[in-house]
């Protein structure tokens, strides 16, 4: 176990090393990214100049630090970058700033910064916000990590900006999940894959024959739960994204299903089918393998999701006929309260970080929906315009969701604002991509 | 001996970046390395299909090894699928008699297996489409107990809505996915005779 460990890690390293040897740019390396595009955005986003970072070659490995932080910047459709050509200068220290340029320029911050090395071999990303109004500096930053790291300093460069802007912190920096189906019935192949928010640095977690589905990332980002029937029956596995390292922890007769991490990361919900077939919740005791039953009924229960303070769980269930959203105590033995009304379709809940909203899919005038639902006053706002849309799910600060659609028989992901306003699209280069799950905020 | 091994990897790596970087970076990049396997199949689970891992493995689950065989082709039993209606679990139509063809072989050969797989159309969501996929698998299931098939004989599945037959997106497709699909596995021990 420990060899295989060492050998993928050093093999990740030979990886890298020989598409640099060969010239391989930086989105070709590990895999595929996915290719984003912005489907809708605010009305008047805000102008901002992003001024080309004081590069540190070659330690920075020729990224562009400005462009990571523009394409996250657009790419949330709340921000219009001002175009290279049309910058007035290129400084990469405030003192360089003459604001009334940047005004004049049409820009309301502008953002510079550079990329130095230090002495322990680490590379440090420094940056500059500065109102163009006023000239005053709204934020300054420095964000340092080994170089292989440069990319995601660079988001959190974005999270800082959109942060102080916006004042929502940004999920830029953050990581999903999610499955790529290649092929045709009955020769399809599945992948699990790994990769920043923006689609960019996609590693391969999972390859196989068979369907992968449901991914659900531990509260620390460092595990993956999935179903994999790998085995041509189901199976709930946690895999350590880092190295590779996986377990198998339940394997049982009938379905092993829907994985959920509880908010302190040492027990996982699921649903267990049993040979007889009465899909039903579950909590497993990670440490302890210890399996309580949570819900005993003849219909289907399934897709549990912890509310952030690991007392209940959401789950579908279609008890009353047609599948909708219940809550019942996490420790057992707790009685079933319906949380959705409207509609007679509502599935896969899942809530966000402050407890407040709950996202599901629903049936809007016969097309799947994503919608969310206030849980205080019980409003619900559908959210997603698709025909196939699935398995939202909520990045770590609660404003976007990503779910899966299907357009022109192709499964895409897609991004959307919880107020509704922006939108994005992410396409993998062939094949399908679905399921995906937002990863937590790195640490 | 793991020198060897790293020096074949090296050299697999190069010659296959060497591919892709004549392949234009484009399309397929170099399959990154597998995971490692299971650290512990506490539960039975086999590798078969996943990670190149070790076919010889996927003998000794708890539900028995799910290596499949061609299986009885006779009459009815060459139909391996029974079709399913919108949110429906009912079997009905051409699907009662092909039932009813398995279920005889079954009963008649109790040393023969069999996995039932379950599986939806790709509409709503994918969880909850298992659940249903599950139960159709087991409405054919307990139709087979009821015509003396033993327990020990069945092994059930749901793909839910995960391996389509038709990738189409159409009703015409659809029909085709909300099925039962009838799978022979290699014979194991006859089963206990039901009491």
């Given at each position: 176990m420990p060899y295989r460990i060492k050998a993928s890690r050093s093999r990740t390293w030979l990886l890298l090393v020989a598409a640099a040897v060969f010239g391989c740019g930086a989105a070709c390396t590990v895999y595929a990214a996915l290719q984003i595009e912005i489907t809708s955005g605010v009305r008047d986003p805000i102008p901002i100049a992003i001024v080309p970072f004081a590069p540190d070659s070659p330690a920075d490995g020729g990224l562009d630090v400005a462009g990571v932080v523009q394409h996250d910047l657009e790419g949330s459709g709340r921000f219009r970058a001002l175009p290279r050509e049309r910058m007035p200068s290129t400084p990469t220290r405030v003192e360089g700033v003459t604001a009334s340029d940047w005004k004049a320029a049409g820009s309301d911050y502008v953002v510079v910064g550079r990329v130095a090395t230090l002495e322990n071999g680490a590379l440090a990303v420094d940056f500059d916000l500065i109102n163009?109004?006023?000239?005053?500096?709204?934020a300054s930053q420095r964000f340092t990590g080994p170089p292989s790291a440069l990319r995601n300093a660079a988001h959190r460069v974005s999270d800082a900006i959109y942060q102080k802007i916006v004042g929502v912190r940004g999920a830029f920096a953050t990581r999903i999940a999610y499955v790529s189906v290649d092929g045709t019935p009955p020769a399809q192949h599945y992948q699990l894959i790994v990769a920043d928010?923006?689609?960019?640095n996609a590693h391969l977690i999972l390859d196989s024959r068979f369907p992968i589905m449901s991914p659900a990332w531990s509260p620390d980002g460092q595990w993956l739960a999935y179903v994999s029937f790998e085995s041509k029956l189901s199976g709930v596995y946690v895999q350590l994204v880092r190295t590779g390292e996986r377990r198998l922890v339940s394997a049982r007769a009938g379905i092993n299903g829907a994985p959920a991490w509880s908010p302190d990361g040492r027990k996982l919900a699921l649903t267990l089918g049993g040979s007889n077939g009465n899909p039903d919740i579950y909590v497993l005791d990670l440490g302890t393998q210890a399996l309580t039953r949570i819900t005993d009924d003849p219909s289907i229960d399934t897709e549990p999701e912890w509310t952030p303070d690991g007392r209940s769980l959401f789950f579908t269930s279609d008890r009353a006929g047609s599948p909708q959203i219940y809550e019942v105590s996490a420790s057992g033995g707790g009685r079933p309260k319906r949380i959705t009304f409207e509609g007679n379709y509502n599935a896969r809940p899942r809530v966000s970080a402050d407890g407040t909203q709950l996202a599901m899919v629903t049936l809007d005038g016969g097309n799947y929906r994503i919608a969310v639902q206030d849980l205080a006053s019980g409003a619900v706002r559908v959210l997603s315009h698709g025909h196939l849309d699935e398995s939202p799910s909520f990045a770590p600060n609660g404003a976007t969701l990503i779910y899966s659609q299907r357009e022109a028989g192709r499964g895409s992901l897609a991004t959307v604002s919880v107020d509704g306003l922006t939108g994005l699209r992410l396409k993998a280069q062939q094949g399908a991509v679905r399921d995906p799950a937002w990863g937590p905020f790195g640490t | 001996m793991a020198e060897q091994r790293s020096i074949n990897r090296v050299l697999a790596l190069l010659v296959a970046a060497a591919m892709l970087t004549l392949a234009g970076c484009g399309s397929k990049p170099v399959k990154p390395p597998p995971p490692a396997a299971p650290a512990e199949s506490n539960a039975g689970a086999l590798s078969e299909g996943a990670n190149g891992a070790n076919a010889a493995n996927a003998g000794g689950g708890a539900l028995g090894s799910q290596e499949e065989t061609a299986g009885p082709q006779a009459g009815l039993l060459a139909t391996r699928v029974i079709y399913f209606d919108f949110d429906s679990a009912v079997i009905q139509g051409a699907g009662v008699d092909v039932l009813a063809a398995h279920a005889k072989y079954l009963a008649a050969n109790p040393q023969a297996r069999v996995r039932l797989e379950g599986n939806t159309d790709e509409r709503g969501s994918r969880e909850y489409n298992i659940g249903l996929g599950d139960r159709r698998a087991q409405a054919v299931r307990r139709g087979m107990l009821l015509q003396g098939v033993a327990e020990g004989q069945i092994t059930t599945v749901s793909y839910g809505e995960e391996r389509p037959a038709d990738p189409g997106h159409d009703e015409a497709a659809w029909a085709k996915n909300r099925r039962v699909e009838i799978v022979y596995l290699t014979p194991g021990q006859p089963a206990a005779p039901k009491p």
């Open positions: 163009t109004l006023t000239g005053a500096r709204l928010a923006d689609g960019e | -």
